[in-house]
């Protein structure tokens, strides 16, 4: 047998790396030495049931698991063969045969593509990536696909980009191709900077080297010789995961000169971000990366035409990349099979707010916001009622009971007001004031405006100035209409799509739950 324990942030603050000291110590004293490996992974999706555990071959999951439980973890469950039911990880599971774990609540509508290595193995060592498929998908590529074959799959898998706005990655890539230049670049997004949202943080924690193997296909793809990672230096495990997978890539020679000997040359470097939220913008992280203050510049020209360094560059979030290593070794068509029709694939989120099970989740596209929140996501505690659930952060809107049953893709939480964005979904029920949420997130969005532009330097703070009265009772109703003329202002002359988005929570507040701005004005008089 084999134990797995999850080493991502969620666990290891709640105290995985003692558990695994103790396990350890534990098989050791109980004389079990030989027989039981102890594998630290990254994340298994159940962050609020953290420090969790899965025990092989029986695949027991454990949750919230203590110190004081390990002894009877080892003498019970390793040396007798029996599962110890009280630390299984629900009700259901608990009085049940055991359930294989892709058919427990929390998995059965989840489908793992992304994620698909996050808790099955060890980030830190390359051979474990290698043997779950790792790097055949590169090697299939440099040896037996011309760079345009690469761009042809991925056109055909219909990928999109997770970071937000879901432009076509085959379309961004064949761009980058087309320009001839004697230097491109390949940089990977992991900015990830929305309140609430861990998706990049758990894949790069997870499984590093599958967006190591998918920049190598992109240079490759485009012409690149060189790729980077920006990522928030707010992130340690992630940082020094990808640091290990770098070393260890480079060690067997699938990162720098002849990638299996087919003559391309590929390296890759970190930049650490210092955590300013418009460093995810394409442009202020190209200009944060080459060592200036990290500002949007106006587009055109594009990155794929001027980017890092003033040459073409294709950038794509850590959750793209994440997929494409499996698209080339099972085909577009495997890809395209799942979601709807113009959004292919799975999406990761990062389930949080009202909701039993907080954790990260990959759901086919197309699945409803009810089965998120009511099958996967456990409900809302205390049988409160849904109210709506928030998508994009801050940058997105939100999605009210009225819509629960729309099937989630890109264009559809567009239509009703919302936006994909890069993952982050936060459950509220009906005890949340929906002004409050809006003043929430525009708090966040004038603390990270870079201030380069005045609609959204001085917008926003207008904007909050007046959410501040209405909120304190001491606004009239014609301020909602300032604040509406405000948001489509913001929205047509912002620079960057941070202060272009920045009016989202709030018009989609407008739009589903005016009566609660309502009501603060006439609850005043
Ligand atoms: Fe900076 Fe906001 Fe203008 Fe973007 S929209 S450039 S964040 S001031």
């Known amino acids: 047998s084999h134990v797995l324990v999850c080493g991502g942030t969620g666990c290891t603050s709640s105290g995985s790396r003692r558990i695994i000291e103790k396990l350890k110590k534990e098989i050791k004293a109980q004389g079990l030495k030989e027989e039981v490996g102890v594998v630290q992974t990254g994340c ?33 469950h390793l040396l007798k063969g029996r599962v110890v039911k009280r630390l299984l ?25 992304a994620l698909r290595n996050c808790g099955v193995i060890n980030p830190e060592n390359i051979e474990e990536y290698i043997g779950t498929g790792g790097y055949e998908a590169l090697g299939i590529v440099l040896t037996e696909k011309k760079p345009e074959d690469v761009i042809q799959i991925l056109l055909d898998s219909g990928l999109r980009g997770r970071g937000g706005a879901g432009f076509p990655t085959g379309l961004k890539w064949k761009f980058a191709a087309d320009n001839d230049a004697e230097q491109k670049y390949v940089c990977c997004n992991a900015d990830e900077g929305d309140p609430g949202a861990f998706m990049d943080r758990s894949v790069l924690e997870g499984d590093p080297h599958v967006v190591l193997e998918a920049m190598a296909i992109a240079g490759y793809a485009i012409g690149a010789s060189q790729g980077y990672i920006y990522v928030r230096a707010e992130y340690p495990i992630a940082v020094k995961r990808l640091e ?56 055109p020209p594009f990155p794929a035409v001027k980017g ?68 996967i996501g456990g409900g809302i505690p205390g049988d409160k009622k849904f109210k709506a659930a928030q998508t994009g952060g801050p940058s997105g809107g939100c999605i009210p009971a009225e819509h629960f049953d729309v099937p989630i893709d890109y264009d559809n939480l567009l239509a009703i007001g919302s936006m994909m964005g890069s993952g982050g979904l936060i459950v509220m029920d009906e005890d949340n004031c929906m002004v409050d949420i809006a003043k929430f997130f525009l708090e966040f969005t004038v603390d990270e405006s870079c201030g380069k532009c005045t609609p959204c330097r001085v917008g926003t703070r207008r904007m909050l100035e007046i959410l ?29 799509a941070l202060g272009q988005t920045a009016p989202n929570p709030v018009l989609s507040t407008l739009r589903y739950f005016r009566e609660e701005y309502v009501a603060h004005i006439v609850d005043k008089r």
């Open 44 to 76: 298994f999706g159940l962050c609020a049931l953290g420090p969790i555990m899965i025990v092989y071959p029986e695949g027991s999951f454990y949750s919230m698991v203590q110190e004081d439980d390990i002894p009877e973890i080892v003498s019970e």
């Open 89 to 113: 990880y629900d009700e259901t599971t608990k009085t049940e045969d055991i359930l294989p774990l892709n058919e427990t609540t929390f998995y059965k509508k989840q489908k793992r593509v």
């Open 244 to 299: 290990i997978a770098i070393g260890q890539a480079r060690e067997y020679g699938l990162l720098g000169k002849d990638i299996f000997s087919s003559g391309f040359d590929f390296d890759i470097q970190l930049r650490l971000g210092a955590g300013a939220f418009v460093c995810g913008e394409e442009t202020a992280l190209m200009t944060s990366i080459e060592g200036n203050r990290g500002e949007p510049r106006p587009r």
């Open 308 to 375: 890092l360094f003033q040459r073409p560059t294709i950038l794509n979030n850590v959750e793209t990349y994440a997929n494409i290593p499996q698209i080339i070794v099972k085909g577009p068509q495997w890809f395209a099979s799942m979601g709807t029709e113009k959004s292919k694939g799975t999406k990761v989120f990062a389930l949080g707010g009202k909701i039993n099970n907080t954790g990260l989740v990959e759901i086919p596209m197309g699945t409803t916001l009810r089965e998120i929140v009511e099958e």
């Open 468 to 496: 501040e009265k209405i909120t304190k009772g001491q606004a009239v109703l014609e301020d909602l209409d300032k604040l509406e003329e405000l948001c489509y202002h913001l929205k047509s002359n912002s620079l960057c």
